[in-house]
């Protein structure tokens, strides 16, 4: 009769290759700089980095003023949307093995909002846009209980409740690129999330200010937002969506 042998050697951790990946990141800082400039960094990394590694490993370790937001680092804050090769993505997203590492990833800020430094923008416009649609219940009467919703009723918005409001969609729209007034894709999606909850009473206000002449019918339909959003948020649907709220009154 055989007997299992149990081996108590020490296991050897598995070591993960490395690669060299060049970033050549748009730089800007108002102090000093007329125009922005390209800047070039080579980079040590695995492939199970993400761009938001390597931008950390540049300011930790070759270039301190380098200036970016971030929080998280896990999808959820919104708050590092960046152009990753000419595509709005979140750089904690962004694995690098995904990308073409025998050509130098270009990182720049995200467009249509004021570049402040580096690839910091000034996303006040953005969030003005998103507080002019009234994002919160609106709901006059005051039960004496919860507000009861049929797993039905709570589907119908259930995609928009996703939005970690990242500008990504905004941002990658050549509307709001050309038209700074234009309301954008976040504000139409966030708007959508309480036009379509059965709960809310306010979606003729905001059914109203979004027919205004900044509002959804500005949209081109170009799918750039959906493209755009790391949430897999239908982004032109919702718009959509609002549209025909807009023309027939909210379902
Ligand atoms: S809809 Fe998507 S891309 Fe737009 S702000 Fe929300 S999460 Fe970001
Ligand atoms: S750092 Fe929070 S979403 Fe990327």
């Known amino acids: 009769m055989s007997t299992a042998v149990l081996d108590n050697s020490p296991s050897v ?3 993960i290759p490395t690669f060299t990946a060049t970033l050549i990141i748009r730089r800007f800082d108002p102090e000093v ?3 922005p400039r390209w800047q070039d960094f080579d980079v040590e990394m695995r492939g199970t980095d993400r761009i938001l590694d390597a931008l950390h490993k540049i300011k930790w370790e070759q270039d301190g003023s380098l200036t970016f937001r971030r929080s998280c680092a896990h999808g959820v804050c919104g708050s590092d949307a960046m152009r990753i090769n000419g595509r709005n993505r979140l750089a904690c ?8 590492i025998s050509k130098p990833i270009y990182v720049e800020a995200i467009k249509g ?13 953005f969030f003005e846009s998103f507080k002019a649609v009234q994002p919160f219940l609106i709901a006059s009467s005051k039960p004496d209980k919860e507000r009861l919703q049929s797993p039905v009723e709570r589907a119908r918005f259930d995609d928009t409740t996703k939005c970690i409001l990242c500008a990504a969609c905004t941002s990658s729209c050549p509307v709001f690129w050309t038209d700074g007034q234009y309301f954008g894709p976040a504000a139409i999606v966030n708007a959508h999330r309480f036009i379509f909850d059965s709960r809310d009473e306010g979606s003729e206000v905001r059914l109203d200010i979004l027919n205004d002449q900044e509002g959804v019918w500005r949209c081109r ?10 949430r897999g948020i239908q982004v032109t649907q919702a718009i959509a969506e609002v549209k025909a709220a807009v023309l027939r009154g909210k379902p």
């Open 13 to 15: 951790p598995e070591v």
């Open 33 to 35: 700089d007329d125009e």
């Open 113 to 125: 909002l004021p570049l402040e430094k580096d690839l910091i923008v000034n996303m006040d416009p």
């Open 93 to 100: 997203k962004t694995l690098i093995k995904d990308l073409d």
């Open 221 to 230: 339909t170009t799918f750039n937002c959906t493209e755009a959003c790391p």
